[in-house]
């Protein structure tokens, strides 16, 4: 439901004027309800305020003041302020409409450009480059799939596209004919939306409506969770863009339904101990995600064991923890980015080694490669599954899991991304989306292809891939972390103790 302004003017969302120009005459944030009582900050699980803190900081973001709210500075987009609401105001919109005008203004920062598949140096084709060729012709045929009309579509997912590996697997065999997707979906708006870019993710919204029509699909599955989430929670309540008529769901749902009938077999039970990762985007639709997550894990035979935050409380994995680095007075360095990013993986990964689990079992694609990027940082003995490949493990498969091998392609990629900031002036220049597109991802440059290869080379060889050089590498992060821990501590309270003079 659309919500006239209040205490705000008219908002107006353009960027880069070619097509983007939303007039927001609503708000997400209902002022008219929130009383500024604080529970939503102090019940944060990332801020961690007094609720004294947590009255200040809810009442300087509704006045714009963004210097001095450690919200606009640390949200990680786990969406538990919300949750937490007496009132159902919105605290979480209230961070993403600051973030927007911060956008309007200053446009992105460079390293941005990482999570837009039209924009130079993005993620999918840097780590396309370092794929087998399996995994290439997957993501071709899933492209293709694209001018199929199909009533049932399996859709990839943003970041299933980067591991396209975990379809290859007999449990979905009746849905591959459907399997269809690529990068130019957008990530059904998921990303954009936690960047706070709410025209541009209308604008995705309305673009797939219009898409999943044409194509005649009343049934959809989502390998993402998250991306499921948006498109039956987020798009319509918040836009008022209707995606019923194709009744988007999760896979795990698919499969859980499949192990209850019996058409997927449990050939041995597992007998584990297993730890729930539930993500930012399960926490939509009354949590059923998360529920279906751990009945599946009961019915292949694992114990489940909980972490500290979980459920409505749970943390992020930290993929979103970069986005705060995005805003402010130092956003957009991607050392900066690249800490907060470390800790907020490390803060999660010490909750699910806490509980003395040895497999952490996530449903998020995203989830999957960054907890797997911490686990191989830290040389953590706790192994990231995702809950499909417990599954297959469970019917009788050996999953693939290339999980470890992809994260280190990612730090590859990333590696190009300082190396880029470091060495090319014009890399470090702010930049406006200047529109939305249906279309393959924009591939890189020979010289960042090349790049990417040598740094992947050397990450993948015996050079670092040994015992010694692994537990360095291991020390340094965790030192690391914990300076950049110290320092964010540091700036918390004299970020607090200002507010008293």
Same mark, same amino acid.
């Given at each position: ?26 708000? =997400? ?42 919200? %606009? ?40 450009? =990482? ?31 694209? !001018? ?9 997912? %943003? ?119 539930? !993500? ?52 957009? !360095? ?84 300082? =190396? ?33 290869? =040598? ?47």
């Amino acid at each position: 439901m659309y919500l006239k302004l209040r205490s705000l003017s008219l908002l107006y969302f353009s960027i880069g004027g070619e097509g983007l120009g939303v007039d927001l005459g609503f708000r =997400f944030f209902r002022d008219d309800l929130c009383n500024y009582c604080g529970l939503c900050f102090e019940r944060c699980p990332v801020l961690q305020l007094s609720l004294e803190a947590a009255k200040w900081d809810i009442k300087a973001l509704v006045r714009g003041d963004t210097d001095s709210s450690l919200a %606009f500075q640390r949200c990680t987009t786990c969406n538990t302020c919300d949750l937490i609401c007496p009132v159902q105001a919105n605290p979480y919109e209230l961070i993403l409409e600051r973030w927007n005008e911060e956008h309007q203004l200053k446009g992105l920062p460079a390293i941005a450009r =990482f999570v837009f598949p039209t924009e130079p140096g993005n993620i999918w084709a840097s780590i396309r480059v370092l794929m087998e060729e399996d995994e290439l012709s997957l993501l071709h045929s899933w492209r293709e799939n694209m !001018n199929n009309p199909n009533k049932v579509m399996l859709l990839t997912g %943003f970041y299933t596209n980067l591991m396209p590996y975990i379809a290859m697997t007999s449990l979905i065999g009746e849905l591959k004919p459907a399997i269809a997707g690529f990068e130019g979906l957008w990530g059904c708006a998921g990303d954009t939306y936690k960047l706070g870019m709410i025209g541009a993710s209308e604008e995705i919204g309305n673009m797939l409506r219009k898409k999943f029509s044409e194509m005649g699909i009343e049934k959809m599955y989502c390998f993402m969770g998250a991306e499921a989430m948006m498109l039956s929670d987020v798009l319509p309540n918040r836009f008022g863009i209707d995606f019923s008529f194709c009744n988007p769901e999760p896979l795990d749902y698919w499969i859980l339904d499949k192990l209850n009938s019996g058409e997927i077999e449990v050939k041995r039970k597992l007998n584990m101990k297993v730890a729930v990762h539930d !993500n930012c985007l399960s926490k939509y639709m009354g949590g059923r995600l998360q529920e279906v997550t751990r009945e599946t894990m009961e019915h292949i035979g694992c114990e489940v064991v909980e972490m500290q935050h979980n459920r409505d409380l749970a943390l992020c994995c930290g993929w979103g923890a970069t986005i705060p680095t995005l805003h402010g007075s130092t956003s957009g !360095n991607p050392l900066r980015t690249l800490l907060y990013l470390l800790d907020s993986l490390y803060r999660r990964l010490q909750e699910m080694e806490a509980t003395g689990a040895r497999v952490v079992v996530v449903s998020c694609h995203a989830c999957y490669i960054f907890l797997s990027l911490i686990k191989v940082l830290t040389n953590s003995k706790v192994d990231i599954y995702l809950s499909q490949e417990l599954v297959q493990m469970a019917a009788g498969e050996i999953p693939l899991h290339r999980n470890e091998k992809r994260a280190w392609d990612i730090v590859a990629a990333f590696t190009d991304v300082l =190396f880029r900031w470091l060495f090319i002036p014009r890399e470090r220049k702010r930049f406006s989306l200047k529109s939305i597109k249906m279309e393959p991802i924009l591939q890189l440059s020979p010289a960042d292809a090349k790049r990417i290869r =040598f740094f992947g080379k050397i990450y993948h060889s015996v050079v670092i891939q040994n015992p010694a050089m692994r537990g360095l590498i291991s020390i340094t992060v965790k030192g690391l972390i914990n300076l950049y821990r110290s320092s964010l501590a540091r700036k918390k309270r004299k970020l607090i103790s200002s507010r008293m003079k």
